[in-house]
């Protein structure tokens, strides 16, 4: 499988918003308006995956100052456990840590098995847990990660 990592254009907002839509129960996933507004916040950043020239998933983060944000990352089904999940966050990471971050954060749902293991995996480590974060009243982790800053180039090299 070809994987192909890139920055977001506009034009791929309704394709997005289906992705998002499909890796989320409605009550959960974001609506146009909500997502339009991510996309937006200052030092927002999205980063795209294609396999097999369609749309795998994406990767949307904000960043302020020395602090990052993961506000989600989507794989469709039919890609999850190929690494397009883990080639999203190194790229995100990378960005944000050029930009000046030094620790991101996130949410996740104190359920959700599968992507707590990814998280951690990944070095995220919870901190503490939002009670009744998500619709239905479902609580989540919140977890962070200490971000390297980028290495410089030696001089004369």
């Known amino acids: 499988m070809k994987l192909t990592l890139r920055s977001y254009r506009q034009e791929d907002f309704e394709k997005l918003y289906e992705v998002d839509q499909a890796c ?5 996933a974001y609506s146009r308006r909500e997502l339009r507004n991510y996309l937006r916040f200052p030092g927002a950043e999205c980063v795209v995956a294609e396999a097999e020239s369609n749309m795998a998933g994406f990767c949307l983060t904000a960043r302020q100052g020395a602090q990052g944000h993961i506000i989600t990352i989507d794989v469709l089904k039919p890609f999850r456990r190929r690494g397009i ?3 999203l966050l190194a790229e995100i990471e990378k960005g944000l840590a050029k930009n000046g971050v030094l620790e991101v954060g996130l949410e996740t749902a104190t359920d959700n098995d599968s992507a707590i293991a990814f998280w ?4 995220y480590r919870t901190v503490g847990v939002w009670k009744g974060y998500y619709p239905g009243g479902r609580d989540a982790f919140a977890m962070v990660k200490a971000l390297a800053p980028p290495k410089l180039a030696k001089k004369g090299t």
């Open 85 to 87: 999940g883990t080639a």
């Open 120 to 123: 951690e995996r990944h070095g």
């Open 24 to 28: 989320y129960e409605p009550a959960v």
